[in-house]
């Protein structure tokens, strides 16, 4: 049996569909980073979940839009910042951002989970996750500040910020939250041109306190 690509998405989604599953707080999610050749707004559209986007880059919301259409899929997601989300206070039911907020430096990371928990509801969840500095990569390119790398990739400069096990914690202090779970992944994954990938993350899904 052959699975369609498309059908098939990261494993800690899935953990964090059966957190929300289980939540009682109600009212749209909001995709922080919704955009690119893979949008994984698809997955929580199929399951029928009331979901909104918003992308800093216009090229990968193209992209995104171009797997709708190929899919027949209506995905909704805008143009937006992740550092000064435009919508207001305890909007959404749930929050969720990934493999995109370690794409700035730390500053600018502080200023999107203090957003991503302005947002969320009360008692709702937010799923996020940090590069640690054990990836295979950690190093790579031009450190401007420390674990803040920038790398040439095709075209244009990408910056990568890397996280100790500890310093991921700092970005909820003084938040109204619980950290309701966390994991360490190690991804070894050999491909079939012989390129190996070593890469670490730490996932975080917090729970805004209830007033």
């Not at 899919?71 to 805008?78: D, G, Y």
């Not at 039911?93 to 493999?99: A, D, I, K, Q």
């Not at 991503?116 to 009360?122: C, E, H, S, Y």
């Not at 202090?173 to 070894?188: A, M, V, Y």
Request: proline content about 3%; some cysteine; aromatic content about 14%.
């Amino acid at each position: 049996m052959t699975i369609a690509k498309e059908l098939l998405y990261p494993a800690p989604f899935y953990n964090f569909l059966s957190y929300i599953s289980n939540s009682n707080v109600k009212g749209k999610i909001l995709d922080c980073g919704s955009g690119g050749p893979f949008p994984k707004q698809a997955l929580f559209v199929q399951l029928g979940f009331d979901i909104i986007g918003i992308e800093f880059s216009e090229e990968r919301l193209e992209q995104a839009q171009d797997y709708a259409k190929q899919h027949n899929l209506e995905l909704s997601m805008q143009m937006g910042d992740m550092r000064s989300i435009p919508f207001n206070l305890d909007y959404f039911g749930h929050v969720y951002s990934w493999n995109t907020i370690f794409h700035m430096n730390k500053k600018d990371i502080k200023k999107a989970v203090n957003e991503m928990i302005r947002v969320v509801k009360p008692g709702g969840l937010c799923f996020l996750n940090f590069i640690s500095i054990d990836s295979g990569f950690y190093g790579e390119g031009e450190e401007i500040n420390p674990g803040e790398f920038i790398k040439i990739e095709g075209d244009e400069k990408v910056i990568h910020t890397f996280f100790t096990d500890e310093e991921s914690d700092n970005f909820f202090e003084n938040l109204d939250i619980e950290i309701i779970f966390k994991e360490k992944r190690i991804l070894h994954k050999k491909f079939e041109d012989g390129e190996v990938l070593n890469d670490s993350y730490i996932d975080y899904i917090v729970q805004k306190k209830k007033m």
